[in-house]
């Protein structure tokens, strides 16, 4: 029995020590070194206009990949993210790569877009409505937008009002206007929605400016003639252009007066006023929105 005893005991601390011996072994073999991406530039420009597949080849040049045990990993290198603007054009773009211990190597470096311009709101008509109008209507109904980078997002715009009380009654009401693209960049334009009485004898005889356009863009240095943007007058929802109504609207354009708040040496968005009062009714007054870029 005691002979028995000791060769149970000795068949244990042998299969102990070939189990100990094996884990050293084991621990000794695993790969522990990830796999290293190496790029002699630390920074890479590309133009908006690239497509995708150009864009990715050009990403990708120059990008190696090297692993202690798996050798050359190159061809394995693949885009992880790309970050939000952490600048205007600029993002960080991450690369990633595995060996097949599955241990990961990552690279960082910047992405530079030579010709970016942030997205861009348009408005075709003035943000007024009629009382029975406004609870009906979806503000961005004549509204686009685009981008350089994510083309049309004008299922994106979003609007928000800025005024604490809103009644559905006649007046002025603060309202922002904005849409944002895939790398962060926002367009965010502050406006003022009129909300006006249609039953109204004096609103009813006003006679607003008509504009082409009501958001314009410009950088900063570079002012615009507020007189270009004239196309006619607009009565009770009636639209009457000097193209088309040259006759009738005779003389008009001389009436039309223009207030300018807008400070071409700082980027910002401002507005300029168009005022225009008919014959025996109030002054009426439209707006454009300037937006002054860098």
Do not use: W
Request: with cysteine; charged share 20%; proline share 3%.
């Amino acid at each position: 029995m005691r002979r028995l005893k000791i060769a149970v005991c000795l068949i244990f601390v042998v299969s102990c020590a070939i189990f100990a011996g094996y884990t050293v072994k084991s621990k000794m073999l695993e790969d522990h070194t990830p796999p290293v991406i190496t790029c002699k530039e630390d920074s890479v420009t590309l133009s908006v206009q690239t497509d995708q597949q150009e864009q990715k080849e050009a990403l990708l040049k120059g990008v190696k990949a090297k692993d202690n045990r798996d050798g050359n990993l190159t061809s394995s290198i693949r885009i992880a993210s790309m970050s939000h603007f952490i600048a205007p054009g600029k993002r960080t773009i991450t690369y990633v790569v595995f060996d097949k211990a599955n241990q990961v190597g990552t690279l960082e470096r910047t992405v530079q877009y030579s010709d970016y311009t942030s997205p861009k709101i348009h408005l075709t008509a003035p943000l007024r409505y009629s009382m029975t109008e406004v609870a009906k209507t979806k503000l961005t109904e004549n509204m686009t937008a685009e981008d350089c980078l994510d083309g049309d997002l004008t299922s994106q715009i979003r609007t928000s009002l800025t005024d604490s009380v809103y009644n559905m009654a006649a007046g002025n009401y603060g309202v922002t206007v904005q849409v944002s693209n895939s790398a962060g960049d926002v367009c965010a334009i502050p406006m003022e929605l009129t909300i006006t009485d249609s039953s109204d004898r004096q609103e009813q005889a006003k006679q607003y400016p008509l504009l082409s356009e009501y958001i314009v863009y410009t950088t900063v240095g570079n002012a615009i003639d507020p007189m270009a943007y004239i196309k006619g007058l607009e009565r009770n929802g009636t639209e009457y252009t000097y193209e088309n109504d040259g006759q009738l609207l005779e003389g008009t354009m001389e009436g039309i007066g223009v207030a300018s708040a807008v400070d071409y040496s700082q980027a910002g968005v401002y507005t300029i006023e168009y005022s225009y009062t008919a014959e025996g009714a109030p002054t009426a007054v439209t707006k454009l929105y300037v937006v002054v870029q860098n």
